[in-house]
């Protein structure tokens, strides 16, 4: 009899187990395969320096706006992660695509400095959204006579879906959008000084 009541109490308790709700799995992002770069090897025209950004962007959480509700609150998805925070995956985007870039004649390489302002998701309705991607960088010269250059960017894409997903795909976009607006600013500020 005990040993009936024991298996009929093991079963319910595994049958329990079993109905008891799963939590999802965490999808892990990041910004995807880089766009071929050319490498034309030789002398660097510029260092890369970390890209750095705010607390609110130090996380790995994929942030987001409803701007038809509340626009002061930042949020983030909660089964939706990047693989690492935005600042480390930019700065790993910026030395695959500008490591190979030309060096300029007789001059030695500038240090690039990168700060994140804005890296989301912006709901303007519960169906639409786009993304916004703000940063500014700073070309600083080898010496100390030169004075450093500075270039402000923001950028905005439609995001395909409103999740995580179309941010990711979109974010990813706009960073790659961006990258050739980078490197003709560099060029112009390294080599035109």
């Not at 109490?9 to 965490?26: D, E, G, I, R, Y």
């Not at 999808?27 to 260092?47: E, F, H, K, N, V």
């Not at 998701?121 to 500014?136: C, E, M, T």
Request: with cysteine; hydrophobic share 45%; net charge neutral.
């Amino acid at each position: 009899m005990r040993t009936t009541a024991f298996l009929l109490t093991a079963t319910v308790a595994l049958n329990a187990c079993s109905l008891a709700p799963t939590v999802p799995p965490k999808a892990i992002y990041d910004l995807g395969p880089a766009p071929a770069a050319t490498s034309t090897g030789g002398a660097l025209a510029w260092r890369i320096a970390d890209v750095t950004a705010p607390p609110q962007l130090s996380g790995d959480g994929i942030a987001y706006r409803l701007a038809f509700q509340q626009a002061q609150r930042l949020e983030h998805y909660r089964d939706s992660l990047w693989a690492a925070p935005p600042a480390a995956l930019l700065t790993q985007r910026l030395r695959e695509q500008l490591a190979g870039a030309p060096g300029c004649a007789g001059k030695p390489a500038a240090l690039l400095t990168v700060n994140l302002d804005e890296f989301e998701q912006v709901f303007s309705s519960p169906a639409s959204s786009q993304v916004v991607l703000r940063l500014h960088a700073t070309l600083w010269p080898a010496g100390t006579a030169n004075t450093p250059l500075q270039q402000h960017w923001r950028l905005e894409r439609p995001a395909a879906s409103p999740d995580a997903p179309g941010a990711v795909r979109a974010l990813a976009q706009t960073v790659d959008d961006w990258l050739p607006q980078l490197a003709a600013w560099l060029t112009s500020g390294a080599c035109q000084r």
